[in-house]
């Protein structure tokens, strides 16, 4: 309902004095009122009593009469035709009429213009980014000169701007986000928005959508997307866990004065998401404590820990062993995760290497083989081991060590040197100082003979069963011979074997179990200008479990 005030009366009844504060008084009025109802179409009218104090200070002014003028209209529409619609009147029945106030509370009818105002094409549009403001327009036409436009907020009705007698057309100002309603009313009279109401909403902005990487540790982090799109991209650290220089990583600690000591606490395993995550999740393997220098930096080196976190788990320790079904994947490298104060201050993956940061970050993804023999691969008919590369998922977010065909592949420039097979082949591996394996098939020699005859029993040291006894497996100390070849990076890939941490050989061929050795001695061939033909012997015996070498 929308009441117009059209007309107030004050009537005196009585007037009386308070005795007891001299100049105050009270009135009483018979009040008599009018106010149009423009939903209704009729006038609701009526008196009652009412009273007024006065004469006292802050006093508000006795009420005064007040008539709506009579030659302004209160409002116009189309009577209708029913005689129980509102607002019907017998007299003007279908025609549009205009309604003034008669002077005395009460209203008279005229005929008016035909009422042509008309809304449409109204548009509501959401602002435009941040701190825009949104906006609505709209197309009104009429045949009057002017019109004046009230927005209303929908729910409570509140008046919020009002565009006054401005020319007909394209109109349209800017508006909150919100409900709201709108009535329009031309110079004859005319009025739209009042029954029905005219309601239209300004909707909200739309949110801002960046779309970008969205993990902080990734490379191509962006602070400003609001939507992952998938695009990031990763660096994976990977240090060598047998590195001369260990595994250094420097923390500047916070606070005045600086404490004397830092604490944190070495993860090991594989990071969520990581293809190897369910077999060995990341669990804490040690809590390190490193002293704060006079520099104000603390330094951890976690060598020492992820040495031992390498390898196959057996008898409570971790040991490399060759016959594992994880030693050319899992056993080869460990994820790492360095927590001061339970916040991330390095992580990567250490590879059971001795290579420092620099060559490892250049072999990362160069598809090129960790082997101590770098491009060029010898192979043996007959026999197959395979070489493996530093690699990470399409994403780089996850270092793996995947295995390489020892082929030619036409684009690394890999050359495969084919070697002839010795008469008694005796495969040796072991881990290459610059990580993966090395891999040789020597010619077995017994130069020290077998503790027993051929074919004679006896119990094998590493297992502890019965073995009997054959050309190429003695418990006494073994000889055998690389064969005569000609390539330089073989043998310099060959001189390895000294160096390595483990080494394991096959007593009964390719493709039987592998046996821990120790490497007694031996002669590798040294480069010399001009040299081109190399022959290296090596001597070694089985080793006792206890005794492994390296890890």
Not at 120 to 136: D, E, L, T, Y
Not at 152 to 162: I, K, N, Q, R
Not at 322 to 337: E, M, P, W, Y
């Amino acid at each position: 309902m929308a009441l117009k005030r059209i007309y107030e009366a004050y009537t005196e009844v009585s007037r009386q004095d308070d005795p007891q504060n001299p100049g105050v008084y009270t009135i009483q009025y018979e009040y008599t009122y009018s106010f149009w109802d423009d939903v209704a179409k009729a006038v609701e009218a009526g008196t009652q009593p009412s009273s007024y104090m006065g004469g006292y200070a802050g006093a508000p002014p006795e009420p005064q009469a007040y008539s709506w003028p009579t030659d302004t209209p209160l409002d116009a529409y189309t009577v209708p035709t029913d005689p129980a619609a509102a607002g019907y009147v017998a007299q003007y029945a279908g025609q549009y009429v205009t309604v003034y106030h008669d002077g005395a509370g009460g209203v008279t009818y005229a005929p008016a213009d035909v009422c042509d105002l008309a809304i449409k094409n109204i548009r509501p549009q959401a602002p435009s980014g941040p701190g825009a403001p949104g906006s609505v327009s709209f197309e009104a036409t009429t045949s009057a000169a002017t019109v004046t436009v009230n927005v209303h907020e929908a729910a409570s009705g509140a008046f919020v701007l009002s565009l006054f007698q401005v020319a007909p057309g394209l109109l349209g100002t800017n508006l909150a986000p919100g409900n709201y309603a709108l009535r329009v009313q031309d110079a004859q009279g005319c009025q739209l928005g009042i029954s029905p109401e005219i309601l239209f909403t300004v909707p909200t902005a739309p949110a801002l959508v960046v779309l970008g990487c969205m993990d902080e540790e990734a490379t191509n982090y962006n602070p400003l997307a609001t939507e992952d799109n998938g695009t990031c991209r990763y660096a994976p650290r990977w240090v060598g866990a047998w590195s001369p220089e260990g595994v250094k990583v420097t923390v500047a600690p916070a606070g005045d004065p600086l404490p004397a000591y830092l604490s944190a606490e070495l993860l090991a395993g594989y990071p969520v998401g990581h293809p190897l995550a369910a077999s060995r999740p990341l669990v804490r393997v040690a809590l390190l404590r490193a002293t704060v220098a006079p520099s104000g930096l603390a330094t951890f080196d976690l060598a020492p820990y992820l040495r031992a976190e390498l390898g196959s788990l057996q008898q409570g320790a971790r040991r490399l062993d060759l016959n594992s079904a994880t030693a050319h994947t899992s056993d080869l490298f460990v994820g790492f995760q360095l927590l001061v104060g339970g916040a991330s201050v390095a992580k990567g993956y250490a590879l059971n290497s001795a290579l420092d940061e620099v060559t490892l970050e250049l072999l990362r993804g160069s598809d090129l083989p960790l082997s101590p023999f770098g491009k060029t691969l010898p192979v043996w008919g007959g026999y197959d081991f395979p070489v493996y590369a530093l690699d990470e998922d399409p994403s780089g977010r996850f270092g793996l060590v995947t295995p390489r065909p020892a082929a030619n592949d036409g684009t690394k420039d890999i050359r495969v040197v084919n070697l002839p097979c010795p008469r008694y082949g005796l495969p040796v591996a072991w881990l290459a100082p610059g990580g993966g394996f090395g891999y040789w098939v020597f010619a077995g020699n017994h130069a020290l003979g077998d503790e027993v005859g051929e074919g004679q029993s006896y119990l094998e040291a590493t297992t502890q069963q019965l073995r009997y006894s054959s050309r190429t497996a003695s418990r006494q100390v073994v000889e055998a011979s690389s064969g005569v070849f000609s390539q330089r990076a073989l043998a310099e890939g060959l001189r390895t074997l000294r160096r390595s941490v483990q080494a394991w050989y096959q007593p009964e061929g390719p493709g039987t179990t592998w046996v821990p050795i120790t490497l007694k001695g031996g002669s590798f061939p040294a480069y010399r200008e001009g040299r081109n033909r190399y022959e290296a012997t090596i001597q070694f015996t089985e080793a006792v479990p206890q005794y492994v070498q390296g890890q």
